[in-house]
């Protein structure tokens, strides 16, 4: 059985992933400090044979008994609002952590694959972005701790890929939403839905004329498996191309929830990116990938999760 290790297990991209590849047959160990993420997203999977779970912070020294044939870097803080609260924390899980992972890696012969982001196009000037394109970041804006430690996660695993001859793997991945999203980490859904259900006003930033690409949880898990498993160590743009602006994302929440809530336009956070649309020409052309599920399918089920997890019934 191959032996994969999953850091930022209790989170919602982790989660998902460890059940993939818990259905795929692998022995998966879910890393985690619980720092944005719950065990409730992963307790469905401790009572299983070929589960394990260790409860660390990776920024810290990483020791894991036993061959490991996979490792996925997948512990950072992921929202604007959580990343803000904890800058250094999130300086650390992506420099100090990809480290010591790496590092665990190499003493493992693993095959190392690390979550970048369309964050480390920063504000584009190019549209849609293509991997090769370098990107447009402001390092010492509020932004800049997040984006940078990406950055810097793909330079060091590049390092590692060329100079230590490391397999190494490099997902960039655009706005994914999905069942386990935490209600209130003040990404555009969780928050668009939760104020809906609420019966809230739903909080616009700027005037909603910034585009953001939704994919769906299920499709990103399968891009990331099929990268892994190939022999790919460049870069590769994960993502739902369909572009919306904020605004009509809004709507769209709005009209699925049945709510009639009104749209409350606040201030642009600094540094929020005008636009963003991956090109995935190469994640179809080496993965033989594309995303399958519909925004309007995809939020469907989302609203579900949401609603029960708040409790509440949407009118037919
Ligand atoms: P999340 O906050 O739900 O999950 C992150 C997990 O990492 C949490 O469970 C948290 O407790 C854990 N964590 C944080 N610091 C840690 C540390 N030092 N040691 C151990 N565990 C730690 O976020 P997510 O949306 O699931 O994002 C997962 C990864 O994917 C992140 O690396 C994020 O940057 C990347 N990503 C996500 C998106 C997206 O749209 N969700 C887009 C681009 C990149
Ligand atoms: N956004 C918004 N209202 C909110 C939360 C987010 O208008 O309550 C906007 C945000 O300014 C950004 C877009 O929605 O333009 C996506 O934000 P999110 O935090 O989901 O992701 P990111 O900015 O990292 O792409």
Same mark, same amino acid.
């Given at each position: 059985m191959k032996r994969v290790l999953i850091t930022g297990a209790a989170g919602f991209l982790g989660s998902h992933l460890c059940d993939r590849f818990i259905k795929e047959g692998y022995h998966v160990i879910g890393m985690d400090n619980l720092l944005t993420g719950s065990k409730d997203n992963i307790e469905h999977l401790f009572a299983l044979e070929n589960f394990e779970f260790y409860h660390h912070d990776v920024s810290k020294f990483v020791h894991v008994p036993g061959e490991l044939d996979y490792i996925l870097h997948f512990a950072s803080p992921a929202s604007p609002i959580d990343y803000l609260k904890m800058p250094i924390q999130t300086l650390k899980v992506g420099s100090l952590g990809c480290h010591n992972l790496l590092g665990l890696a190499k003493e493992k012969n693993a095959r190392f694959l690390i979550a970048s982001t369309s964050e480390v196009y920063g504000d584009p000037n190019v549209h849609p972005q293509t991997e090769e394109y370098w990107g447009n970041v402001n +390092?010492?804006? +509020?932004r800049g701790v997040y984006d940078e430690a990406k950055r810097f996660q793909e330079a060091i695993t590049m390092a590692y890929h060329t100079f230590h001859g490391l397999e190494t793997r490099i997902v960039r991945i655009f706005n994914t939403y999905g069942p386990r999203m935490r209600l209130d980490d003040g990404r555009a859904l969780p928050a668009f839905m939760s104020q809906a259900l609420k019966g809230e006003d739903i909080t616009v930033f700027g005037d909603g004329s910034q585009t953001r690409s939704f994919c769906y949880v299920d499709d990103l898990v399968d891009g990331i498996y099929r990268l892994l498993l190939s022999e790919h160590a460049q870069p590769v743009n994960i993502g739902n191309p369909s572009e919306i602006t904020i605004k009509e994302f809004a709507e769209e929440v709005v009209a699925l929830t049945k709510t009639g809530s009104k749209i409350s336009y606040q201030d642009l956070p600094k540094d929020d990116p005008k636009q963003r649309r991956p090109d995935i020409s190469k994640a179809k052309e080496i993965l033989d990938w594309e995303p399958k599920v519909d925004r309007k399918d995809g939020l469907a089920i989302t609203l579900q999760y949401f609603m029960e997890k708040l409790g509440v019934e949407v009118k037919s």
């Open positions: +390092p010492v804006g +509020p």
